[in-house]
């Protein structure tokens, strides 16, 4: 998992390393938040208007005590 949550990428990675024989794991790390869909990094990273919006999953995330 990457920034910008878990990408079909991610998961054809995953799949072609369990077909290897290895074993595989693609924590959510963003599964509280609730769902959100598959990010393009290729559009959020040049797109400014995407941009600004950021990631659905990070944007949701609790905020921090102090």
């Known amino acids: ?6 990408r079909p990428t991610l998961v054809e990675h995953c ?7 290895y074993f595989t794991l693609l924590p959510d790390l963003f599964y509280r938040s609730g769902s959100y869909e598959p ?7 040049a797109d400014p208007a995407v941009r600004g919006r950021g990631s659905p999953a990070i944007a949701r995330r609790p905020t921090a005590r102090r």
């Open 1 to 6: 998992m990457d920034g910008v949550g878990i």
């Open 15 to 21: 799949e072609r390393l369990a077909e290897a024989g």
């Open 39 to 45: 990010q393009d990094p290729a559009k959020l990273f």
